[in-house]
């Protein structure tokens, strides 16, 4: 038997650092046994804390933000050596499916990510496919590491934006997301950056993070127009204000997470080609892009990661991130 530490919703709005005792399950061929290093706390997890996630309730076990270390490999594990530091990505596709067949593992329905509808990966020990790993370079810090999730959703959604999109581009909402789409569209070669938020301190740090111009809501002229525009926010006002202030021709995506139905004005996007698509997580290779982005030092964590607490204080892990002026908290595990 083996004691693991687990961050675990109990009920709503209760979280707590579990001990349990547990005989660890034998590898398949394909899989991995990984400790994690620092999981990272989401702004979706704490929707699922307060009850109000579609189908992730408590009790549950939490976390698909990781950076974490191998230590077991099944016996046809080619891709990943006990002792690599790596990213899961924590979409556990069925690898069957069209969508699947064709790489885009994000749209395998029903979504089954970790800490959602599959078990979470928040704990000090857990076994995962090996196609889910990402190899890091052991010199990048496990805690910038664990922000590679995170870097994969801004790398996919500029990607998903046509080239001549990115030219003038304005991004409604700064954070955790919106900023790291603003490092995102500033090295994939975005000309000018506009960023829309309505507190002082996040309109700051968008500036530090490469924006050009940074202004609060319904401070932008009536005749302007962006050759792309990112909603991050995806409510009503937002989206619209995004449909209307792309220029003809020019691409919004919808970034944020409705939580409903959203009318658009129709008629000026038809007539003038102005395209609405969206983004919804990543795929493979986003978290390759990500993980060479922090590596190198292109894509800055050091004013995102605001916190960090061990498994044990969790709970306050999680009443930190509700806090306005956190941006990404972290639970660091022992190892
Ligand atoms: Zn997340
Ligand atoms: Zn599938």
């Avoid at 590898?27 to 989401?42: M, N, Q, S």
Wanted: hydrophobic letters at 45%; one cysteine or more; aromatic letters at 4%.
């Amino acid at each position: 038997m083996t004691i693991v530490s687990q961050v675990k919703f109990q009920d709503i709005g209760v979280v707590v650092c579990e001990q349990v005792d547990v005989t660890l399950p034998a590898l398949a061929a394909d899989e991995v046994r990984i400790e994690p290093a620092f999981i990272g706390v989401c702004g979706s997890e704490l929707h699922v804390l307060a009850g109000g996630h579609p189908f992730a309730k408590p009790p549950m076990v939490t976390g698909h933000e990781i950076s974490a270390v191998v230590v077991e490999v099944g016996s046809g594990v080619t891709n990943a050596r006990v002792g690599d530091h790596v990213v899961v990505d924590p979409i556990m596709a069925c690898g069957k499916c069209r969508a699947c067949l064709s790489g885009r593992f994000n749209l395998c329905e029903p979504p089954q990510v970790a800490g959602f509808r599959a078990p979470g990966l928040g704990r000090s020990s857990h076994v995962v496919p090996a196609r889910n790993l990402h190899l890091a370079p052991k010199g990048l810090a496990m805690e910038i590491l664990a922000f590679a999730e995170p870097v994969a959703c801004a790398h996919h959604c500029v990607s998903r934006m046509p080239v001549d999109a990115r030219e003038d581009v304005l991004v409604i909402g700064a954070g955790t997301i919106g900023l790291s789409i603003v490092q995102a569209l500033r090295i994939m070669g975005a000309q000018k950056i506009t960023v829309v938020e309505p507190e002082a301190r996040k309109r700051e740090l968008a500036l530090q993070m490469g924006a050009h111009r940074v202004v609060a809501p319904g401070e932008l002229a009536a005749e302007e127009r962006f050759t792309g525009v990112i909603d991050v926010v995806a409510a009503q006002a937002t989206l619209t204000e995004a449909c209307t202030k792309v220029m003809a021709g020019g691409t919004v995506i919808c970034m944020g997470v409705p939580s409903g139905p959203r009318e658009i004005p129709l008629p000026s996007m038809q007539r003038f080609e102005r395209d609405l698509l969206s983004s919804g997580m990543y795929v493979p290779s986003d978290f390759d892009v990500a993980i060479a982005w922090l590596a190198d030092g292109s894509f800055d964590t050091s004013k995102l990661i605001t916190d960090v607490f061990p498994i044990e204080q969790a709970a306050d892990a999680y009443a930190r991130a509700k806090q306005p002026e956190s941006i990404k908290v972290l639970i660091k595990f022992k190892n």
